[in-house]
């Protein structure tokens, strides 16, 4: 009798970008593994997202702001089932105990230097030997590599592949574009911006100036915001309108909801855009899984952890060098508030948009 299927249990619990870093080595899993059943622990919030993927078995929500109900939930949804190993890509205190709370016979964990906490090593009977790559998600495929005594992937991800598009999802891209009246339109850029008190985010006035450089340029602005920057994007289309400059329109699509059709639009409008312009967001990353050459707007953290991942992205960044960066805090500790892009112009960020824009056309 053949000994049954190895079950592991990917524990990845946030953020968007955290997820899509890690997406490509749990496809290395699948693709080296392909009789393992694969079961990824996240926050809530991410199970659209992780559910869609036809080569994951099942996901386990977890509910970030639940507090013990959370656990024992988790745990109940896990039942009696026996897990092989579960794998720690998030290197923190809390994914370690959903490691451990998971019931698994095997932890294993990120390198000492790919950890948010270092000390957690005792708590894992394997842990990685630290990546040569400083990317999160080079780390996190040289971590798989490292754990099954497997060959680093040196490959690109194909994106196609590890995470496809529905045809609900293509569908609904397609009809958010026919209210964009593209055609005649010249060639787009897309602007993704963050919304404050995050401390990633551009100043709302540079963006506005930025969606008037580029139509004053002949380029073609698209601002798309997702929920939580509903607000912003509406500030925006009331100050800009749908207003030409020297016949290029501003466009708008704001509130968008899904992650999923969000990258089904991406990779619908590879064809139109030239760039996509945003800070180091998940919106940044779903314009990079999309096909989008990315320009990053790298405010506290660090481009060459968290950036583009890939060729041909480019990072802009204000030159003023400030103690606190890099940092990784979801609130600026500053009592003046997120200051990383104040001086990042806007027409810096243009220079970088013309310059991909003539490399294209020559």
Not at 22 to 48: G, K, N
Not at 58 to 74: K, Q
Not at 220 to 230: D, K, V
Not at 318 to 329: D, G, H, I, V
Request: hydrophobic share 45%; with cysteine; net charge positive.
């Amino acid at each position: 009798m053949s000994a049954p299927a190895p079950t592991f249990a990917i524990v990845r619990l946030s953020a968007l970008g955290d997820l899509l870093h890690t997406l490509p080595a749990a496809f290395d899993l699948r693709t080296a593994r392909p009789e393992a059943r694969l079961l990824w622990i996240a926050q809530r919030e991410w199970a659209p997202l992780l559910a869609s993927l036809p080569w994951l078995d099942e996901v386990i929500p977890f509910d970030r702001r639940g507090g013990w109900r959370a656990w024992r939930a988790m745990r109940q949804q896990l039942g009696t089932r026996a897990l092989d190993v579960s794998l720690d890509f998030q290197g923190n205190w809390k994914s370690a105990a959903a490691a451990l709370a998971s019931g698994a016979r095997r932890r294993f964990g990120l390198a000492r230097a790919d950890r948010r906490e270092p000390g957690l090593g005792w708590l894992y009977h394997r842990v990685a030997t630290q990546s040569p790559a400083p990317h999160a998600l080079d780390r996190a495929r040289h971590a798989l590599a490292s754990w099954f005594d497997l060959t680093p992937a040196s490959a690109p991800p194909d994106w196609e592949r590890v995470l496809p598009s529905s045809a609900i999802d293509r569908a609904e891209a397609e009809r958010l574009i026919q209210t964009l009246e593209l055609d005649g339109a010249p060639p787009l850029v897309l602007l993704l911006p963050t919304q404050r008190p995050d401390p990633r985010a551009w100043p709302a006035a540079a963006w506005a100036e930025l969606a008037r450089e580029l139509a004053r340029c002949g380029l073609a602005p698209l601002f798309i915001t997702g929920p939580a920057e509903s607000s912003l994007g509406a500030a925006l289309e009331r100050e800009l309108g749908a207003g030409t400059e020297r016949g290029a329109r501003i466009r708008h699509l704001v509130g968008q909801r899904g992650v999923l059709v969000a990258i089904a639009l991406f990779r619908s409008l590879r064809g139109r855009a030239l760039t996509a312009i945003a800070s180091d967001s998940g919106a940044l990353h779903l314009a990079v899984v999309g096909g989008l050459r990315a320009i990053a707007l790298a405010g506290p953290q660090d481009p060459r952890r968290t950036g583009p991942h890939g060729v041909g992205h480019r990072v802009a960044t204000a030159a003023r060098e400030l103690p606190c960066r890099p940092c990784l805090a979801r609130r600026c500790r500053l009592a003046s508030g997120p200051v990383c892009l104040d001086e990042l112009s806007a027409r810096e960020v243009l220079e970088a948009v013309l310059q991909l824009a003539a490399e294209r056309s020559g």
